[in-house]
């Protein structure tokens, strides 16, 4: 329903008035004089209409008061241990080298060496689960794991299997161990600080035995570096298989001999093998227990170069190119005891994965609702159903032909707590909204503004849902002409299916990373690195860290009813902003829509003495135009823009 109305103020004045900017939004896409007038061609630094009038944006202020460190940011994470209530948010930045650094949830300084990045710092990604944020970017060396500890550094994802060779077993008379056909032994390393465990190598055996032990000397020595203190043996049943292993002693990792004296089994139900936990089995042709815990950082595996860590269903997943790699499931590393023997997101099977695409593509970014693992790549948005090796189909192509730009500006987006949908950008610079059925294209009306993207730094294109208040929307940071990271936000109105564009006065704006998240207390923050400083957004705040804020409001082209010429005798305007001026155009043909004729320029309001509305005399000015176009332009800490709007018109009849 169109939103200005008109009002009979004489035989040969009608006012169009506008009390209500509900419908309002930025429709810069649409040529005149096919628009639609209750749209604005420049629609910036306003909220969302929650009610019927418009109010200036949120400023900004530093994150914590003063300055926090986050030169040439790319990507900001939310870490959170619910067992041991650790909140923190995690950055890559560049305070003289490439690291990965964390902040309180206050944006104060608590670790400012996390790891220092090896490959390429604007590829990491952070994945959390159970309390453990997760590390890739494309190179081996960044697959770490860290705890969230202020004063910890990142460690190597997983452990790597001990190597074969040079360990004897030797049978010592007088003993307690009697096999009739042979016991194999085996050994794996772990890490006790976190609990995980290494995959198993069986390094020697011994044929039948009749009451004695055996030394086993020269056991694989563990590597250093992966967080090792502790050596695990194992072994068989007497004759059994190697899909069972035995637990039969833990020692320190440095320890390279041991005397084994367990029996096969006793009569009184002592400690023996048939007692003993298990911790490899075998059961329906699945795995379980420590059998494959490899890590994905031992030579030759597939998910060495993975890329955008992302936790599914209890399982981490790695993009390689067109193949999707991913680690074991909790149940996987447990044992029919019910004890896990390992941590799963450290377990990467070297046959765990599986082409997304037989198409030439390339994953570009992975993204969990929860229930589906969407794989995006250049071309396509595919999705993975079902929850592991035993039931994964063949990734299917959702939406085809509308694949993302990258993975920063794929973000799943709510409406009343609920998933309503995901938004993305192509590479071809359209913004997609999906049902997780059917897609449509809802950045055409600012596709204008979308089209003066730097395609050198799309890389640099981010986004984030935001829900604070009565307002949720979808933020999306574009460069914009020669600009190498973003310099302005589109924000998409979620309620309303509305674009309202964001602008800041700060000089060389770089907008190089966005977070939100809801802090211990449950307040929802939403925080942009910009150059090197992070600025939190919010009501509170009346102005861009001092700067001032600019609203622009330019209509679109308005004939008012009629394609006759016409007159303007009055503008009205109902604002906080007592310093807003006006600009008004006209034009009569196609020329002029491009060139327009300026009637006045930046012309200031005066008050009324008696309503407290503005008001611009145009009596005397020259206005025979059939199109007008208003600029409304304040720099003002006051929250309303405008509550009114009316131009009174003549039209050519009563001229």
Not at 149 to 155: C, I, K, L, Q
Not at 187 to 193: E, I, L
Not at 308 to 329: A, E, N
Not at 595 to 600: E, N, Q
Request: with cysteine; net charge negative; proline share 5%.
């Amino acid at each position: 329903m169109p939103e200005f109305k008109t009002q009979q103020m004489s035989p040969f004045i009608t006012r169009f008035y506008r009390d209500s900017f509900v419908e309002a939004g930025q429709e810069s896409y649409y040529s005149p004089p096919s628009q639609n007038p209750d749209a604005f061609e420049i629609y910036e630094n306003v909220l969302p209409a929650v009610g019927r009038d418009l109010k200036r944006r949120w400023g900004n202020a530093q994150w914590n008061g003063t300055a926090t460190a986050l030169t040439s940011t790319r990507r900001m994470w939310h870490y959170m241990n619910v067992v041991g209530g650790a909140r923190r948010i995690v950055a890559n930045a560049f305070p003289g080298t490439h690291k990965i650094v964390s902040f309180t949830e206050a944006g104060v300084n608590a670790n400012t060496g996390v790891f220092t990045i090896t490959g390429t710092p604007a590829n990491v990604h952070m994945g959390l689960s159970r309390g453990t944020a997760y590390f890739a970017s494309g190179d081996v060396n960044d697959l770490l794991w860290w705890d969230g500890a202020d004063g910890t550094t990142a460690s190597k994802i997983g452990i790597p299997a001990p190597v074969y060779g040079g360990t004897t077993a030797t049978p010592v008379a007088s003993g307690a161990i009697t096999l009739e056909v042979g016991r194999e032994y085996a050994n794996c390393f772990k890490n006790s600080t976190t609990g995980h465990l290494g995959p198993p190598t069986i390094i020697v055996g011994v044929g039948p035995l009749v009451s004695q032990n055996v030394d086993l000397v020269a056991m694989p020595a563990a590597p250093a570096g992966w967080g090792i203190d502790k050596r695990i043996i194992l072994c068989t049943r007497d004759g059994g298989s190697r899909e069972e292993l035995i637990f039969l002693a833990e020692i320190d990792s440095g320890t390279t001999t041991y005397t084994d004296n367990l029996p096969e089994t006793t009569e009184d139900g002592t400690i023996s093998v048939t007692t003993n936990a298990i911790y490899a089995q075998v059961e329906d042709g699945q795995e379980f227990g420590v059998h494959d815990n490899t890590s994905p950082r031992v030579a030759g595996h597939g998910a060495n170069t993975g890329q955008f860590m992302t936790p599914h269903k209890g399982r981490m997943f790695l993009l390689v190119g067109t193949d999707l790699y991913f680690s074991k499931s909790l149940s996987e590393v447990t044992t029919s005891d019910g004890v896990p023997r390992g941590r799963p997101e450290e377990c990467w099977p070297g046959d765990y994965s599986l082409p997304i695409s037989a198409k030439p593509e390339t994953g570009k970014g992975l993204l969990s609702d929860g229930n589906i693992l969407y794989i995006g790549t250049e071309r396509n948005i595919h999705r993975l159903l079902g929850s592991g090796p035993e039931d994964f189909e063949k990734p299917e192509i959702l939406h085809a032909e509308v694949g993302i730009i990258n993975q920063d500006c794929w973000q799943i987006v709510f409406q009343e707590g609920a998933p309503a949908g995901v938004i993305w950008m192509t590479p071809d610079l359209r913004v997609i909204f999906s049902d997780f059925n059917t897609y449509k294209d809802i950045g055409e009306p600012i596709q204008d503004l979308l089209n003066t993207i730097n395609t050198g730094a799309v890389d640099t294109i981010h986004a984030k849902f935001v829900a604070k208040g009565p307002h949720v929307f979808y933020t999306l940071g574009i460069p914009t002409g020669a600009n190498t990271s973003p310099n302005l936000f589109c924000i998409f109105d979620l309620k309303k299916q509305r674009w309202i564009i964001w602008k800041t006065a700060v000089a060389n704006p770089a907008f190089g990373a966005q977070i939100y998240f809801l802090d211990a207390s449950g307040i929802p923050q939403w925080v942009t690195a910009m150059n090197t400083n992070a600025y939190a957004w919010g009501s509170a705040y009346t102005d861009d860290a001092g700067t001032g804020i600019t609203t622009k409001l330019q209509t679109t082209w308005l004939d008012f009813g009629t394609l006759s010429h016409k007159a303007l005798n009055e503008i009205n305007i109902i604002t906080g902003s007592s310093g807003t001026t006006c600009t008004v155009v006209g034009a009569n043909t196609a020329v002029q829509f491009a060139s327009p004729v300026t009637i006045v320029s930046a012309l200031g309001f005066a008050a009324s003495q008696t309503l407290g509305d503005f008001r611009l005399s145009l009596a005397g000015k020259v206005t025979k135009y059939r199109y007008y176009r208003f600029l409304l332009q304040s720099t003002a800490t006051a929250a309303d823009v405008l509550q009114y709007l009316s131009v009174d018109v003549k039209p050519a009849s009563g001229l």
